[in-house]
């Protein structure tokens, strides 16, 4: 039986069983629905609670063990001489038999004892999916009997139902919590592990990139150099470009609209402006390969100045058109919630428009404004598609806009591009780079917090 067919039936189970609940609720009060200690739909929520959730807490624990129990039946199964084989070799045994239940190709003419084999898995699989569907079933009546048993004016369902929805908050919060720790743990580890193979003063102070390295003792190649001095600077380099563009253009355009802009030009303008987040970053790639590189060579051509085809101007500028509306969208909503009190007041002292937005409603409205700021530059420090294509990938330590170089990111999805070994410098360097990155955004967040709690309670 297919799974959405269990949970849709599981799913009208519940609703039959809410609609219960509140039947009996009504019907317990005798008509009177005041001396119920709560609304007649917390009962009904009470019984569908009872209905649903233990079935479904078992539909996700089959759904998790389920293929390492197949699998161990699947194996005990197979003949002795085939059960003895590597894990390697076994592993393509079974591949092949999923493939044939499946009705796939196998990579071999299969024998007759693979495909007993994968009548068995087929076996299996449909006799998992009816046991799980009784089971379910049965926990759902047994849940709809005892909750509508319970039921009574006494009964306190609304704070059982709050105290249940009370348990998914704090679980919800805590998977948030603990895949934020696995992230950084999983980044710790194995930048431990590259740290081992490379000195971290190399890493930190280096001046050169070339992670290339000789995968055998036997084997010729490069011993590698992991200096990440040049990435930073270019990543560095990149987002300053970016954010000179965007800074100003958005804040000046949140500004206009803000305050400025009669209500149907800002109705016209805003969502065109907003528009700019929704093109993929693709999308802007191509416009800075195509268009802006070769536009700003011609232009230093005709100048007398040498600008490469792949420029840290070229990508900076379109990364800074594209995070315009970012810290446009965020300014114009803090900027609108300044309360009108202060412009009045400010203006009712004698202070003109410009004087009123420079000197009370910009300082009112800085934690929001440099909140829109730290995200367009988080947006532009993980930036890459643009990069690759209009920056590309010369690891050069330069603070020259005219120069091609690349970016942290950029790096990161060049180490971790086809099959890799995770025991190689030049693999696990990839997540010495993300744990850097995540320190320096990290401080970032620091001094944009402290920038925040300083003017606000100035201004609060």
Not at 222 to 233: K, Q, R
Not at 269 to 296: D, Q, S, W
Not at 447 to 452: D, P, R
Request: net charge neutral.
């Amino acid at each position: 039986m297919p799974l959405s067919i269990i949970l849709g039936t599981l799913v009208i189970l519940t609703l039959i069983g809410f609609y219960m609940g509140r039947s009996r609720a009504v019907a317990s009060s005798s008509g009177d629905i005041r001396i119920l200690h709560s609304l007649p739909g917390y009962y009904g929520y009470f019984v569908a609670i009872w209905c649903g959730v233990p079935a479904l807490l078992v539909a996700a624990g089959w759904l998790a063990f389920e293929p390492q129990i197949v699998q161990g039946l699947l194996i005990s199964s197979l003949p002795e001489d085939v059960q003895k084989l590597s894990d390697n070799r076994l592993k393509l045994v079974l591949n092949d038999i999923m493939n044939i239940a499946a009705g796939g190709i196998a990579s071999k003419k299969p024998d007759p004892e693979i495909l007993k084999a994968a009548e068995y898995y087929n076996s299996l699989k449909s006799t998992g999916s009816v046991a799980l569907a009784g089971v379910m079933f049965a926990l759902a009546v047994a849940g709809i009997t005892y909750a509508r048993s319970k039921i009574n004016p006494d009964l306190r369902a609304r704070n059982n139902v709050e105290k249940f929805i009370m348990v998914i908050l704090i679980a919800s919060s805590t998977i948030a919590i603990l895949t934020t720790v696995g992230i950084v743990f999983s980044l710790l580890f194995e930048s431990l592990r590259f740290f081992q193979k490379v000195a971290p003063v190399d890493f930190l102070f280096g001046l050169e990139w070339s992670p290339q390295t000789a995968l055998r003792s036997d084997q010729v190649g490069s011993t590698g150099l992991f200096g990440a001095v040049p990435l930073f600077v270019g990543t560095l380099l990149i987002s300053f470009i970016a954010m000179c563009v965007a800074a100003p253009v958005g804040l000046l355009s949140a500004i206009y609209m803000a305050e400025y802009a009669p209500y149907k030009v800002r109705a016209a303008l805003k969502p065109m402006l907003e528009i700019l987040a929704g093109i993929p970053t693709v999308v802007y790639g191509f416009f800075a390969a195509l268009t802006v590189a070769p536009f700003f060579r011609d232009l230093g051509a005709s100048g007398g100045i040498m600008i490469s085809s792949e420029s840290a101007l070229a990508a900076g500028v379109v990364m800074g058109i594209m995070i315009i509306p970012f810290v446009s969208s965020i300014a114009d909503d803090v900027i609108t919630a300044v309360p009108q009190a202060m412009r009045e007041g400010s203006l009712g002292l004698g202070a003109t428009k410009s004087e009123t937005i420079k000197r009370v409603i910009l300082p009112a409205a800085l934690p929001g404004i440099v909140g829109g700021l730290l995200l367009a530059v988080s947006r532009a420090i993980g930036e890459t598609m643009i990069v690759v294509m209009a920056a590309g990938l010369a690891a050069k330590l330069s603070v020259n806009p005219l120069e091609a170089v690349t970016t942290v990111t950029v790096q990161i999805v060049t180490l971790l591009v086809g099959d890799q070994e995770f025991d190689s410098a030049k693999t696990l360097a990839a997540f010495a780079l993300g744990l850097l990155l995540f320190c320096v955004t990290l401080v970032l967040n620091i001094i944009a917090l402290t920038v925040v709690n300083k003017y606000r309670e100035q201004y609060e």
